[in-house]
């Protein structure tokens, strides 16, 4: 009798904690599918970043495949084309046959810039990221593409950038909020804090790397 007794008691114990794991999952669930299925949720505007910039390291490279292994301020110069006349929309027009939209070329959080349908109608205003006139696939190391908002002295980079090695930078609060992600020679990106910028600008091996900023 006493073994009825514990066997049903272990039963009843049973039944009791599978009832209340299953409230607890319907609480949890309550609370945060909300949350999850709200628009821009899904994807964080970071890694949705970092993805527009291996699309974009991914259109250098395959432009350099079909040009003698050139990326397209490579390509310019070699035509004897002055740098300070090379702007960074010229640069991603030159992509435009690799990268499928131009939308990939505003960062999902930066406000200041707005989407256009066509690169026929690409300007600074469309554009997010910076793109390098000197980088070349064969240094891997060097700096090909990042976000924005970088600064120079405290001061907002825009136009053109001769960045050597030894140049003091940093991220400003726009966009990542000092931080940002960087597009190296090789097509990979990362993301790197203001110290983390200085280093990977001294370490580029490229005495002057050419930067055009929206």
């Known amino acids: 009798m006493k073994r009825l007794r514990s066997r049903q008691m272990q039963h009843a114990f049973g039944m009791l904690d599978v009832l209340v794991v299953v409230v607890v999952t319907f609480v949890l669930a309550g609370l945060l599918l909300p949350a999850l299925m709200r628009p821009g949720c899904r994807k964080h505007p970071r890694i949705k970043c970092v993805s527009n910039l291996k699309n974009v390291g991914l259109a250098f490279r395959i432009y350099a495949t079909d040009n003698n292994d050139r990326f397209p301020g490579q390509d310019l110069a070699s035509n004897n084309t002055d740098l ?37 109608q690409l300007t600074p205003k469309n554009i997010s990221y910076f793109a390098s006139l000197t980088a070349s696939e064969t240094n891997l190391q060097s700096i090909l593409a990042g976000d924005r908002n970088v600064l120079v002295a405290g001061r907002p980079v825009t136009g053109l950038l001769p960045l050597t090695t ?29 110290k983390r910028l200085v280093q990977m600008v001294a370490d580029q091996n490229e005495p002057t790397n050419h930067l055009a900023f929206p």
């Open 84 to 120: 300070a006349s090379i702007s960074v929309t010229t640069i991603y027009q030159s992509l435009s046959n690799e990268l499928s939209t131009p939308k990939l070329l505003i960062c999902p959080v930066d406000k200041k810039r707005v989407e256009v349908q066509s690169f026929a």
């Open 166 to 194: 030894n140049l003091q930078v940093a991220w400003s609060k726009e966009i990542h909020v000092e931080q940002g992600n960087i597009c190296m020679g090789d097509g990979s990106v990362q993301q790197a804090s203001s």
